[in-house]
C-alpha cells in the first residue's frame, strides 16, 4: 500500500523567511503533484514533477523531486501572507507506463503566514 | 470557460436517504474521479472513471456508487449504508492519457452534511 506522508503538518511563518515542506512516499513513482487549497476551497494546481531531479517554480514556490530517495519538496522563499493555505503532495502509481489515474495524497501542510 | 461543475454546494442528508451528487465538465477530458476529504485530512478516492460506462473502486468504495453514461457526467450517490458520510466531496477530471501528464482538475465541492 502506498504511504504519502508530508511535514511538518502545520507551519506558522513570519513573512519573509523561507522554510521548506517534505513529502516523503513509501513505493516507486516518477510522479508527483503539488496543490494548494484555500479554506472551504478546491485544490488548485501547483506543479507537476514528472522525473527524477524535475525543479519547477512558480514564483515564491519551487518544487523538486529525488525519486530515488522518494522524495520530493516544496520551499519557499520570502514568504508572504497571500501564501497562507493548506498544501498537499499526491503520487501516481504507474506500472509500466501505464497510468491509472489513482493519486495517493498526504495529509496536507498547514501554512500560515503572519507579519 | 471549460471547467468543472459541481452541485449542490451544500446538500443535507437524513437518516437512511440515499442522496446523489452532480458533477459535470466540459474539458472534454476522459478521465473523472470522487475523492472525499474529512476536517483536516488529505483526499481518499473512492471511485474513478477511465472512459465512458466503465469504473473503478478506489480505496473506500463501500457505501457509495457511481454511473458513467456520458462523458462530461459522472454523478455519485451517497448511500444508507455510508454509515458516516459528512465530508467535503471533491470531483476532478484529467486528459486520461497516460503518456501525458496526469494533472487532475477539481470541481469546487460539494459539501455533505447530515440531519
Known amino acids: 500500500e502506498l504511504k504519502v506522508e508530508q511535514n511538518p503538518l502545520f507551519l506558522s511563518m513570519q513573512e519573509g523567511k523561507n522554510y521548506t515542506i517534505y513529502c516523503n512516499y513509501s513505493?516507486?513513482?516518477?510522479?508527483l503533484y503539488w496543490y494548494r487549497q484555500d479554506p472551504g476551497k478546491s485544490l488548485e494546481s501547483l506543479f507537476v514533477?514528472?522525473?527524477?531531479?524535475a525543479v519547477k517554480q512558480e514564483g515564491r514556490l519551487m518544487a523538486s523531486l529525488d525519486t530515488k530517495a522518494r522524495l520530493s519538496t516544496l520551499h519557499i522563499t520570502a514568504a508572504v501572507h497571500d501564501l497562507s493555505a493548506t498544501y498537499f503532495c499526491?503520487?501516481?502509481?504507474?506500472?509500466?507506463?501505464?497510468?491509472?489515474?489513482?493519486?495517493?495524497f498526504g495529509q496536507g501542510t498547514i501554512l500560515t503566514v503572519h507579519p | 470557460d471549460g471547467g468543472i461543475t459541481q452541485s449542490p454546494k451544500y446538500l443535507f442528508r437524513k437518516e437512511g436517504q440515499n442522496v446523489t451528487l452532480s458533477c459535470e465538465q466540459n474539458?472534454?477530458?476522459?478521465?473523472m474521479y470522487w475523492y472525499r476529504q474529512d476536517p483536516g485530512q488529505g483526499l481518499r478516492l473512492i471511485y474513478y472513471?477511465?472512459?465512458?460506462?466503465?469504473?473503478q473502486k478506489g480505496d473506500i468504495a463501500e457505501g457509495y456508487s457511481v454511473s458513467r453514461e456520458k462523458k462530461e457526467s459522472f454523478p455519485l450517490t451517497v448511500t444508507s449504508a455510508q454509515k458516516n458520510p459528512t465530508a467535503f466531496y471533491l470531483c476532478?477530471?484529467?486528459?486520461?492519457?497516460?503518456?501525458?501528464?496526469?494533472?487532475?482538475?477539481f470541481g469546487p465541492g460539494t459539501r455533505l452534511l447530515v440531519l
Open positions: 476532478a477530471s484529467s486528459i486520461g492519457d497516460s503518456w501525458y501528464q496526469e494533472t487532475q482538475y
Open positions: 513505493t516507486t513513482s516518477d510522479r
Open positions: 514533477l514528472l522525473s527524477n531531479g
Open positions: 499526491a503520487v501516481d502509481i504507474r506500472a509500466g507506463g501505464t497510468s491509472y489515474g489513482k493519486l495517493t
Open positions: 474539458l472534454n477530458h476522459d478521465a
Open positions: 472513471s477511465q472512459i465512458v460506462n466503465d469504473f
